[in-house]
């Protein structure tokens, strides 16, 4: 959807200019998340029968990355907001309907650590947790959380996703970090709540991409794998950021005289080598992503599944775009000065933003590209998060 992507692109000066009013609230300014809204952004991956637009994911993933370029919190929040109404149409026709029924626009939250114990009881499930890092939580009026399904014997026999309304848990305003402060990723408390079972989603159906909203969302947009487009929901920001911090140090070295040598920054060459590398890597890490996706969305786009090599391939290259990334900032931020450390600067908020995006649990390098290395070389692979 071009004009959804133009839409978002004339945001990107006033997100910029709010980036520090965002850190400073710890949550993104509702006025950005009703701009994101008038744009369409949000519903670029929601089904079309509940008033979304079904586009091509790239175009979701690159308006992710122009928002994170602009601020790294709300291009965060924007992306795993974003992302939900693609898994929410995975789930059970009444379970949409209960979300969109009456509000096309209404948004949910996540935190998918299996933090909750869920018990069986007739229709449904008992559900208690706790759950940390659901980022946009103050932007929506419902949440997934992971839990286990516990059996007779109180040993689990099931991983799931639940939704849940908003009446049934509480928000606890926890967060206080060094990076993307903005994001309002505070903990969700849930205290013996009823969850329907069709407000339920085993990750056992999504890694087989085989779920019950498919039988309502035929279009090859619901068949591509869970872990593949949420993963990349993860990947993409902290690509932006890296984008964004490339734009403002070009911009700023160009015009910086280093005190210690009397000359233009712009001059040193062994800034520009930096310079050269850091776009190098950010480049590379995109394409990776651009080429694994609209791949898989040719297979999906022929009535084909997603390649097992390829789900394989997708996690490597998400990991490694995160660390390309990661590395391509650092390289920035030491490049900057001594002026980089001064609070309020876009290089120093998105070398912070790109490392807490770092840490989240999906970019983990070393799980993802052990699971890559072990398919390789022929051993049976089985996780969640592919």
Known sequence: MSEVVAAVRELLPVLRERAQETEDLRKIPAESIESLRQAGFFRLLQPAPHGGLEADPLDFYRSVRMISSACGSTGWVSSVLGCHPWQLGLFAAQAQQDVWGEDQDARISSSYAPMGRATPVDGGFRFSGRWSFSSGCDHASWVFLGGLVLGDDGAPVDFRTFLLPIADYKIEDVWDTVGLRGTGSNDILVDDVFVPDYRTLSFQDTGKCVCPGQEVNTGPLYKLPFASVFSYSIAAPVVGMATGAYESHVSYM?????????????????????????????????????????????????????????????????????????????????????????????????????????????NDPERALAMYGKSELGLKVQDAWL
């Not at 060459?269 to 394409?287: G, H, K, M, T």
């Not at 084909?304 to 390829?310: H, S, W």
């Not at 995160?322 to 590395?327: L, N």
Request: glycine letters at 8%; charged letters at 30%.
């Open 254 to 362: 160009r015009e910086r005289v280093r005190a210690s040598y009397g000359n233009k920054a712009a001059e040193d060459p062994y800034s520009q080598v930096r310079v050269a590398e850091a776009a190098s890597d950010i480049d590379a890490a995109w394409l990776q992503l651009e080429h694994n996706i609209g791949t898989a969305c040719k297979h999906v786009n022929a009535g084909e599944k997603v390649p097992f090599d390829l789900r394989m391939r997708i996690r490597r290259d998400q990991v490694k775009a995160t660390a390309r990334a990661i590395g391509a900032v650092d390289r920035l931020f030491e490049n900057s000065g001594g002026k980089a450390l001064n609070a309020g600067t876009p290089i120093q908020r998105f070398w912070r933003d790109a490392h807490a995006g770092r840490v989240h649990a999906i």
